[in-house]
């Protein structure tokens, strides 16, 4: 089992930034990748990024690449989420989520931290 919490959403006008953290515990060990998620009002869940545990490589979806950056501390079991010219259609809920070695996909969610971007 792994524990996922989130911190760092709020409120920030259009063309800001603001960074969201998720500490993890439990078996930290076994994390292969980390990934994180929004989900806005009436809409589905959308991937926003990776960042593989072992090397930190990361990998983006086109809505988000060039303005939100994932880097991890291993030994501090954080992953942070550092989002630079926020734009209204950012305002969501925002996850973390873990994807242990031997597993096939994101198991473990954290509770979500809403950012809200004003224009």
């Known amino acids: 089992q792994v524990q996922l919490v989130e911190s760092g959403g709020g409120l920030v006008q259009a063309g800001g930034s603001l960074r969201l953290a998720c500490e993890a515990s439990g078996r930290t060990f076994s994390i292969y990748r980390m990934g994180w998620f929004r989900q806005a009002s009436g809409k589905e869940r959308e991937f926003v990024g990776r960042i593989r545990w072992s090397d930190g490589s990361t990998y983006y979806p086109n809505s988000v690449k060039g303005r939100f950056t994932i880097s991890r501390d291993n030994a501090k079991n954080m992953v942070y989420l550092q989002m630079n010219s926020l734009k209204a259609e950012d305002t969501a809920v925002y996850y973390c989520?873990?994807?242990?070695?031997?597993?096939?996909?994101?198991?473990?969610w954290g509770q979500g931290t809403q950012v809200t971007v004003s224009s």
């Open positions: 989520a873990c994807h242990l070695l031997g597993r096939s996909d994101y198991d473990f």
